[in-house]
């Protein structure tokens, strides 16, 4: 299969599945720190905490769904088998 070939193939399967942040649970950080799940939830506080404290016209909904989603493409096929679009894909994916 070509590198083309395989990256539309990938592509297509992980639309099906969708982003969902939950597999991030049984993916560590680090030892002592949790999952990546638990990162991103640490991240989303961080981000309401600066969302309120210097008045940013974001939603906290909509804030709060970013951040979550910001470390979801490393579940897809697409970022196991290309890993250096490892935090681009995860836009495209959110847009499709």
Sequence with gaps: ???CSRAIFFWENDLKRGLDN???KN???MQGLGSIYDKSKREAVIAEYLNAGYRLP???DLLLRTVMLSKADLLTDMVY???ELQGLMGYYYAKA
Excluded: D
């Design 27 to 29: 993916i560590t950080f």
């Design 58 to 60: 974001q939603s906290p």
């Design 1 to 3: 299969m070509s590198y």
């Design 22 to 24: 939950e597999g991030l």
């Design 81 to 83: 088998e290309f890993t």
